[in-house]
């Protein structure tokens, strides 16, 4: 059974920084990419970043670019996500989720599963 | 940026046929992929590839995408359908979500 579980959110000042982990298990980690997705409260799906098998690809999102770093560890079927210069708009539940990538050009798709999520809350 | 709009809300009865759209530019070029999401749960895949349904996910969900409009059916709308529905392209390289669809079985 495919199984993603997120950890490390909390509470954090503006200004602070937050280290995010993803636990995978049930599927062979290293063979595929993988992606951070939050949401704010009440709000939309956005998307944050990207990471390859092989970590050959990475791509963040603008509001993100600069400020956050996704990196994974196949020995470790883990995928993280370190947040650094957190505003008030980095509040958000936090998702990991498996990227899933078809024939014949084997390009990312769409996501097949997603973890439950783990909450970032930035306030003074 | 490649942008995705979608309607804020859809109202349906019972048994009856709910229509969602998912717009952008040239989107028929893409594949189009669509997610339920239940309030307080991370959302589930629920087509694929335009109009591939997952293993596990009932056949009365479907999908096309044609010219710059995308659209996820369900017929025989049944309560548990409830929720908000976000369709998601892939482009240069960043995954991008539409705004999301609250449907109402009423």
């Known amino acids: 059974e495919v199984r993603l579980v997120e950890s490390g959110g909390g509470l954090v000042k503006p200004g602070g920084s937050l280290r995010l982990s993803c636990a995978a298990s049930g599927f062979s980690f290293n063979t595929f990419s993988m992606n951070w997705v939050r949401q704010a409260p009440g709000r939309g799906l956005e998307w944050v970043s990207f990471i390859s098998d092989a970590s050959t690809h990475i791509n963040y999102a603008d509001s993100v670019k600069g400020r956050f770093t996704i990196s994974r560890d196949d020995a470790k079927s883990s995928l993280f996500l370190h947040m650094n210069s957190l505003r008030a708009e980095d509040s958000a539940m936090y998702y990991c989720?498996?990227?899933?990538?078809?024939?014949?050009?084997?390009?990312?798709?769409?996501?097949?599963?997603w973890g439950p999520g783990t909450l970032v809350t930035v306030s003074a | 940026s490649y942008d995705l709009t979608q309607p804020p809300s859809v109202s349906v009865s019972p048994g009856q046929t709910a229509s969602i759209t998912c717009s952008g530019d040239k989107l028929g070029n893409k594949y189009t992929s669509w997610y339920r999401q239940k309030p307080g749960q991370s959302p589930v895949l629920v087509i694929y590839r335009d109009s591939e349904r997952p293993s596990g996910i009932p056949e009365r969900f479907s999908g096309s995408n044609s010219g710059n409009t995308a659209t996820l059916t369900i017929t025989g709308t049944q309560n548990m359908d409830e929720g908000v529905y976000y369709c998601q392209v892939w482009d240069t390289g960043t995954f991008v979500f539409g705004p999301g669809t609250e449907v109402t079985v009423l």
């Open positions: 989720a498996r990227v899933i990538t078809r024939p014949p050009l084997f390009l990312p798709e769409d996501l097949d599963y």
